[in-house]
């Protein structure tokens, strides 16, 4: 596994939006990664706006390319997610990444980016809080980003007092990341090979039936089948219909995977939520779930 440099005061790293643009200063968010000791590249795509977009498709992937090119930057923080990293990713070259890897943050959207670089060259991405998110993160989350960065120990010890957890212990490949994308992005050159794989899942505002549905979709495409394990972190401001689907969030979750064996923690804190703690993709990890709490360990990260 090609793992990318940890970070160093006195680093350089690009900011930049591959997806929907920005409103509103975004100073207070730099002024943290400037206090980690870092030093920043500005993209343009961070100011600019076309129709929802970050800037014309053009302009966002030639920010990208740039970054993923440039030997100087040694991390990309995506500036915030929204919609538009598919409209890229099949317009970048990613061959001096490949020879000279570094740090890929976001989440939500940035799962495009994420998955697409776990399936072509299985190299470690960090699914955790991007700029914009910064200001209303939690302090937890931010550490845990910068723990990662750094190198440091970034093992998750979380309570989940759930009736749905399954308990159990497995370990394998981490992957995953917004539910909406991951079934976008089905048979696809972005589409993540989920054979014993321990898969994380989040998402936002959508509907208890469009989440089932979604989850169909997955199930029926054998992506559930082989798993080494299934987190679960925020599925956040979801819609009923009228009549009420019926079924809570975990309910529509364990369903689809009640014939498998591998252990299923709920309550993750990570995605959509101020509290979006830092998870390594790309990485082995170690999965302990029990009916109150989950470990999350990096066994190769000690």
Same mark, same amino acid.
């Given at each position: 596994?090609?793992?990318?440099?940890?970070?160093?005061?006195?680093?350089?790293?690009?900011?930049?939006?591959?997806?929907?643009?920005?409103?509103?200063?975004?100073?207070?968010?730099?002024?943290?990664?400037?206090?980690?000791?870092?030093?920043?590249?500005?993209?343009?795509?961070?100011?600019?706006?076309?129709?929802?977009?970050?800037?014309?498709?053009?302009?966002?992937?030639?920010?990208?390319?740039?970054?993923?090119?440039?030997?100087?930057?040694?991390?990309?923080?995506? =500036?915030?997610?929204? !919609?538009?990293?598919? &409209?890229?990713?099949? #317009? /970048?070259?990613?061959? $001096?990444?490949?020879?000279?890897? %570094?740090?890929?943050?976001?989440?939500?959207?940035?799962?495009?980016?994420?998955?697409?670089?776990?399936?072509?060259?299985?190299?470690?991405?960090?699914?955790?809080?991007?700029?914009?998110?910064?200001?209303?993160?939690?302090?937890?989350?931010?550490?845990?980003?910068?723990?990662?960065?750094?190198?440091?120990?970034?093992?998750?010890?979380?309570?989940?007092?759930?009736?749905?957890?399954?308990?159990?212990?497995?370990?394998?490949?981490?992957?995953?990341?917004?539910?909406?994308?991951?079934?976008?992005?089905?048979?696809?050159?972005?589409?993540?090979?989920?054979?014993?794989?321990?898969?994380?899942?989040?998402?936002? =505002?959508?509907?208890? !039936?469009?989440?089932? &549905?979604?989850?169909? #979709? /997955?199930?029926?495409? $054998?992506?559930?089948?082989?798993? %080494?394990?299934?987190?679960?972190?925020?599925?956040?401001?979801?819609?009923?219909?009228?009549?009420?689907?019926?079924?809570?969030?975990?309910?529509?979750?364990?369903?689809?995977?009640?014939?498998?064996?591998?252990?299923?923690?709920?309550?993750?804190?990570?995605?959509?939520?101020?509290?979006?703690?830092?998870?390594?993709?790309?990485?082995?990890?170690?999965?302990?779930?029990?009916?109150?709490?989950?470990?999350?360990?990096?066994?190769?990260?000690?």
């Amino acid at each position: 596994m090609n793992t990318p440099a940890y970070l160093k005061k006195g680093d350089k790293i690009a900011i930049l939006c591959p997806a929907s643009y920005i409103s509103g200063d975004l100073t207070p968010a730099y002024n943290i990664l400037l206090d980690w000791g870092l030093e920043l590249e500005i993209a343009p795509s961070t100011e600019a706006q076309f129709n929802q977009f970050a800037g014309e498709d053009k302009l966002r992937a030639h920010d990208l390319q740039q970054a993923l090119d440039n030997p100087d930057i040694k991390a990309i923080i995506a =500036g915030r997610g929204g !919609y538009g990293s598919v &409209r890229l990713i099949d #317009t /970048l070259d990613f061959s $001096k990444f490949k020879k000279q890897p %570094k740090w890929l943050v976001g989440f939500s959207d940035i799962t495009v980016i994420h998955s697409h670089i776990q399936r072509q060259f299985q190299i470690p991405t960090i699914h955790g809080q991007m700029v914009k998110s910064f200001l209303d993160a939690s302090p937890e989350s931010l550490q845990t980003l910068k723990k990662t960065l750094f190198g440091k120990n970034t093992d998750l010890h979380y309570s989940t007092p759930s009736p749905n957890n399954r308990p159990g212990h497995s370990r394998g490949i981490l992957t995953g990341g917004n539910l909406a994308i991951l079934q976008s992005i089905l048979a696809s050159a972005s589409d993540v090979d989920y054979e014993d794989k321990i898969l994380f899942l989040e998402d936002v =505002g959508e509907s208890y !039936y469009n989440i089932d &549905r979604m989850l169909w #979709t /997955l199930k029926r495409a $054998k992506k559930l089948d082989k798993l %080494k394990g299934l987190i679960i972190g925020g599925f956040t401001s979801l819609k009923d219909s009228d009549p009420s689907f019926g079924q809570t969030i975990e309910e529509i979750i364990i369903d689809k995977v009640r014939e498998f064996d591998y252990p299923v923690a709920f309550n993750c804190p990570a995605g959509h939520i101020d509290d979006n703690r830092a998870l390594v993709f790309g990485e082995e990890i170690e999965l302990t779930v029990t009916t109150e709490k989950t470990s999350i360990t990096y066994p190769n990260r000690k």
